[in-house]
């Protein structure tokens, strides 16, 4: 038998990054602490949309699609009332199918009797409007998806 006793692998750090990668649909993880560091990675199965389909994003009926964690939604930084257009009876800042540059106001929330022109952190074609005018929203609530 030899001197030297083999050291047991903890597989706990290997499954909690299994975990992380699937509870958020991650390609890749990575962990590290003073002597142990650990990276996992895993192959994508993206889907590419065309511009027909992502402007037909429709749920059904009975079925309420969440799209809190997909990349093309605008969000809302705060809880207030949206307004999509500058003033009553006014054109609505953007439509769907409209194409929007980084910076520009896609619509307002009233917080606190403030009017807060929401901008767009994306650039391209507005696919859907998620919310209706003077609706309630919270914070993070996806307002619009553009792609």
């Not at 509870?23 to 590419?48: C, M, P, Q, V, W």
């Not at 207030?80 to 609505?92: H, S």
């Not at 409209?98 to 807060?116: C, F, H, P, R, Y």
Request: glycine content about 6%; cysteine-free; overall charge negative.
């Amino acid at each position: 038998m030899s001197d030297k006793k083999k050291k047991q692998i903890d597989t706990k750090p290997f499954e909690e990054l299994v975990k992380i990668l699937e509870e958020h649909n991650l390609t890749e993880a990575s962990y590290s602490n003073n002597d142990f560091s650990i990276s996992i990675s895993r192959g994508t199965n993206t889907a590419k949309y065309d511009d027909v389909a992502r402007e037909n994003i429709k749920p059904k009926e009975d079925e309420k699609i969440d799209f809190k964690n997909d990349p093309r939604a605008i969000k809302s930084p705060m809880v207030g009332t949206v307004y999509l257009q500058p003033e009553p009876g006014a054109n609505k800042f953007v439509n769907p199918g409209d194409q929007v540059k980084s910076g520009q106001t896609l619509l307002i929330v009233e917080a606190m009797k403030t009017m807060n022109p929401i901008e767009s952190t994306l650039q391209g074609k507005v696919i859907k409007i998620l919310v209706e005018n003077e609706q309630a929203v919270e914070f993070g609530q996806p307002l619009m998806l553009i792609g």
